[in-house]
């Protein structure tokens, strides 16, 4: 298998032509010959440079508004010859085919053409069909022909010509086939996604993921497990488009944090100032207010002790006044939609604090897939995205939820959404007061949730725990009266849960015999 092998012919035909002058006027300098199509051969014949088109080489002409130009024999021919092989070679000088020696392709923007909503006739014309065939041609070839598929390569290539006399080595085209395959993988994913969506189809046949390397983690959940951080190509605002600040780089479980707090407070967009603090990947507070820094003051205040390390999301700009109160602890990752040039200042004091800042809020209500590995295979499933409509309520008790009540039963509901089954929230005036999560029975979650609230209660010397006169939410029915119990002994006035249990009628008339107020929502919200 040849090592070095030079290049004096290239084929480039690319949309993105970032870079791509310097290239072409470097690779004349090396002697290669052009052929080019299109536009990339207009641009480079603008530019003063000899370019030979691919209807000279193929003898057709470009036909059918471009669709076809370069599936052609003698362009895959000169791309999949094997030039160690007699007959290969024969057939060449048979056929009159020329060996091109190095191929620079990228697709049409088919991603970018979906993502700007275009309609379904633009977005099939940005289908590329020609641009896949010749790069896998090529990266299947790589014995003899370097195929390059991103602007970012086009340093690494002119270093490779330059220190070995207008040649690339064997494990330089290998390198650059993988990312090939890739590239026509992750590009034949985004159609295949597409096409399912417009067809209205949840389940087909096939089924692929794709993702563009964002970064190389220094390891995983643990020091044991490599790791790496992906972008899908949705756009969608979240911590994959956040611009870093300042702080050393952002590890596996920051990112999954960040995303959880991110996604939390993104449930509050357009409301009133909300902040959401999380530690391993569960909320430890949330809370609204008047101001951000009572929001975060009021998250901090459910535990203090969890929160030390934290993830703090904003639904609202950072300001000064909130950074301030925000330092007084160690904090590991802020992110907010936005952050003023004061608060940047204030935490710039504290080099190991990391600031993340979009330009806006996820959408909350955006509909997508989300799936996980499972041994042998996958699942598949919808974006948790249900959203209840207060009228669609069922009060199945005696007495009805207070304003006050049905306005904290809404926040809780809201948290428990983001909150590892089983879920129980306890929230009074707009503030999570006590949390369990992922507990294996749902009156262990009630329990563990009034304890924290009345050990915090007692560490800030209050008078009596803030489960009293609170609400619960609960993210699946309670299967027992148990539960209730529990949390009307913790104090809660009201509760909304599912509803749906074979013991309904029990976990009612537990509910009236204490005076508790309770709400059937006819939908749950288990997060595994």
């Known amino acids: 298998m040849p090592n070095l092998v030079p290049i004096g012919r290239a084929l480039i035909s690319v949309s993105d032509k970032t870079g791509l002058l310097e290239l072409a006027r470097s690779l004349v300098t090396e002697g290669v010959e052009l052929i080019s199509t299109g536009g990339t051969a207009s641009m480079l014949r603008a530019a003063g440079l000899v370019v030979r088109d691919v209807a000279e080489v193929t003898g057709f002409p470009e036909m059918m508004d471009g669709r076809v130009k370069t599936l052609h024999p003698n362009v895959h021919g000169a791309l999949l010859a094997l030039r160690d092989d007699d007959e290969h070679l024969l057939a060449m000088a048979a056929h009159g085919?020329?060996?091109?020696?190095?191929?620079?392709?990228?697709?049409?923007?088919?991603?970018?053409?979906?993502?700007?909503?275009?309609?379904?006739?633009?977005?099939?014309?940005?289908?590329?069909?020609?641009?896949?065939?010749?790069?896998?041609?090529?990266?299947?070839?790589?014995?003899?022909?370097?195929?390059?598929?991103?602007?970012a390569d086009y340093a690494g290539l002119l270093d490779q010509m330059r220190a070995q006399d207008g040649a690339t080595s064997l494990a330089f085209r290998q390198r650059l086939a993988l990312a090939a395959y890739s590239k026509t993988a992750a590009y034949d994913t985004a159609v295949s996604s597409w096409m399912a969506t417009q067809l209205g189809e949840a389940t087909p046949r096939h089924r692929a993921f794709a993702g563009k390397l964002a970064q190389p983690l220094r390891y995983g959940e643990n020091p044991h497990q490599g790791a790496a951080f992906y972008v899908d190509g949705s756009r969608r605002e979240g911590v994959a488009t956040a611009k870093q600040w300042q702080g050393k780089e952002l590890s596996y479980n920051n990112i999954n944090d960040t995303d959880a707090a991110f996604e939390l407070v993104?449930?509050?967009?357009?409301?009133?100032?909300?902040?959401?603090?999380?530690?391993?990947?569960?909320?430890?507070?949330?809370?609204?207010?008047?101001?951000?820094?009572?929001?975060?003051?009021?998250?901090?205040?459910?535990?203090?002790?969890?929160?030390?390390?934290g993830i703090v999301a904003l639904n609202q700009p950072l300001d000064a006044e909130t950074a301030e109160e925000i330092i007084k602890i160690f904090t590991e990752v802020v992110i907010a939609p936005g952050a003023s040039d004061e608060a940047r200042a204030i935490f710039a004091t504290k080099k190991n604090l990391r600031l993340l800042t979009t330009k806006d809020l996820p959408d909350a209500q955006a509909k997508g897939t989300a799936f996980k590995q499972v041994a042998g295979g996958f699942l598949v499933q919808d974006r948790d995205v249900g959203d209840l409509d207060p009228s669609e309520l069922k009060v199945v008790t005696k007495r009805k939820p207070t304003d006050a009540e049905m306005s904290d039963l809404m926040f809780a509901w809201t948290v428990a959404k983001h909150v590892k089954s089983n879920a129980i929230i306890y929230v009074k005036d707009g503030a999570t007061v006590g949390i369990g999560a992922g507990q294996m029975s749902r009156i262990d979650s009630t329990r563990i949730a009034a304890r924290k609230a009345g050990d915090m209660a007692e560490a800030l010397g209050l008078p009596q725990s803030p489960t009293i006169g609170s609400v619960v939410a609960s993210d699946a029915f309670f299967p027992f009266a148990d539960g209730l119990i529990a949390a009307a002994e913790a104090g809660a006035t009201a509760i909304i849960q599912p509803g749906g249990s074979m013991r309904d009628e029990e976990v009612i008339a537990a509910a009236d015999a204490r005076g508790i107020a309770m709400i059937f929502t006819n939908q749950r919200h288990f997060r595994h």
């Open 97 to 151: 085919i020329e060996p091109i020696d190095l191929l620079i392709v990228n697709l049409y923007p088919f991603e970018e053409t979906v993502a700007r909503g275009a309609d379904h006739t633009t977005c099939i014309e940005n289908i590329d069909i020609g641009g896949p065939a010749m790069i896998r041609a090529a990266a299947k070839n790589h014995r003899f022909v370097t195929v390059v598929t991103d602007p």
């Open 266 to 309: 993104a449930e509050f967009a357009g409301a009133e100032p909300t902040c959401a603090i999380i530690k391993h990947a569960n909320p430890c507070g949330v809370g609204k207010a008047a101001s951000l820094k009572d929001a975060y003051l009021r998250a901090y205040a459910c535990d203090q002790t969890s929160a030390f390390g």
